[in-house]
Nanobody, 119 residues
Framework: QVQLVESGGGLVQAGGSLRLSCAAS????????MGWYRQAPGMQRELVAG???????NYADSVKGRFTISRDNAKNTVYLQMNRLKPEDTAVYYC?????????????WGQGTQVTVSS
């Protein structure tokens, strides 16, 4: 079983920065992707950014150039540096991990951390 523990959310003014962290524990297969999703009230959960263990990244268009995902594989930790935050970035941010073995994928989610950007 895998557990994900997030930290770093909070309240910030527009234009400010926050850094989210997510530490994974348990047995994690070497082929994996860690990432961040967010869900605003009344909206569907959406991908913010993802990063494979090999270092490939992808970002939502709305955060490109402002957010940076990184990870420390030795610590099984993924980070999301969020700069130039906008009120529309307000959401609950969820850490995710997907790992793959023998043709199957296994999905895990963190408990979520609130990010609120005031105008």
């Amino acid at each position: 079983q895998v557990q994900l523990v997030e930290s770093g959310g909070g309240l910030v003014q527009a234009g400010g920065s926050l850094r989210l962290s997510c530490a994974a524990s348990g047995t994690i297969f070497s082929i994996n992707v860690m990432g961040w999703y967010r869900q605003a009230p009344g909206m569907q959960r959406e991908l913010v950014a993802g990063m494979s263990a090999g270092g490939s990244t992808n970002y939502a268009d709305s955060v490109k150039g402002r957010f940076t995902i990184s990870r420390d594989n030795a610590k099984n930790t993924v980070y999301l540096q969020m700069n130039r935050l906008k009120p529309e970035d307000t959401a609950v941010y969820y850490c995710s991990l997907v790992h793959y073995r023998l043709g199957r994928n296994y999905d895990y989610w963190g408990q979520g951390t609130q990010v609120t950007v005031s105008s």
